[in-house]
Antibody, heavy 117, light 112 residues
Framework: QVQLMESGGGVVQAGGSLRLSCAASRFAFGTYGMHWVRQGPGKGLEWVAFIRYAGGKKQSAESVKGRFTISRDNSKNTLYLQMNSLRPEDTAVYYC??????????WGRGTLVTVSS | QSVLTQPPSVSGAPGQRVIISCTGSSSSIGAGHDVHWYQHLPGTVPKLLIRGNNNRPSGVPDRFSGSKSGTSASLAITGLQAEDEADYYCQSYDSSLSGSWVFGGGTRLTVL
């Protein structure tokens, strides 16, 4: 069925790097904008980054600007999030989500990132 | 601190009606950006409840309804059921600075 599946989460020390992937199945991935959204422990949902369908336009939250980079490979139906200079406050479940007219209509199950100090 | 403001919690008895508010600003809801609502149960994936201020995706019961006015929006749930107990988030877009998608802080609904 139509789905998104994240991978790449894990435990990393503060200052380290991690690359998340999100594999899309059974829909025209290359025609949709895509997002990363996260939820820290005991916290609400926080938008992280967006990339347009062709990858030309990217936007990111102020909290991750300069540290996180969103990218995509439409030939592999895969979305990425390169996370550098990680901080303990980046600890969260990271979801990839599909954009449809400004809202998130399809979500992955999430991958947990833990940044230890 | 979230760009969109929601009450941390609301509660109601089965069968009652509750309303969850979402207050934005002149650069978010007040700028004409649509408001969307999600239901999130712990350990599950967020579920889209309302899109485009007041439209329910197929499969969402008509007990859920949304509205928007000025710089605010609200989600109404009628005929409360035990399975409605969850966290609810509003979401919109903020066109200040370089633009960003924004969520409310979330509201925990308790069915008494």
């Amino acid at each position: 069925q139509v789905q998104l599946m994240e991978s790449g989460g894990g435990v990393v020390q503060a200052g380290g790097s991690l690359r998340l992937s999100c594999a899309a199945s059974r829909f025209a991935f290359g025609t949709y904008g895509m997002h990363w959204v996260r939820q820290g422990p005991g916290k609400g949902l926080e938008w992280v980054a967006f990339i347009r369908y062709a990858g030309g336009k990217k936007q990111s939250a102020e909290s991750v600007k300069g540290r996180f980079t969103i990218s995509r490979d439409n030939s592999k139906n895969t979305l990425y999030l390169q996370m550098n200079s990680l901080r303990p406050e980046d600890t969260a479940v990271y979801y990839c989500a599909r954009d449809l007219d400004g809202y998130f209509d399809l979500w992955g199950r999430g991958t947990l990132v833990t940044v230890s100090s | 601190q979230s760009v969109l403001t929601q009450p941390p919690s609301v509660s109601g008895a089965p069968g009652q009606r509750v309303i969850i508010s979402c207050t934005g600003s002149s650069s978010s809801i007040g700028a004409g950006h649509d408001v969307h609502w999600y239901q999130h149960l712990p350990g599950t994936v967020p579920k889209l409840l309302i899109r485009g201020n007041n439209n329910r995706p197929s499969g969402v019961p008509d007990r859920f309804s949304g509205s928007k006015s000025g710089t605010s929006a609200s989600l109404a749930i009628t005929g409360l059921q035990a399975e409605d107990e969850a966290d609810y988030y509003c979401q919109s877009y903020d066109s200040s600075l370089s633009g960003s998608w924004v969520f409310g802080g979330g509201t925990r609904l308790t069915v008494l």
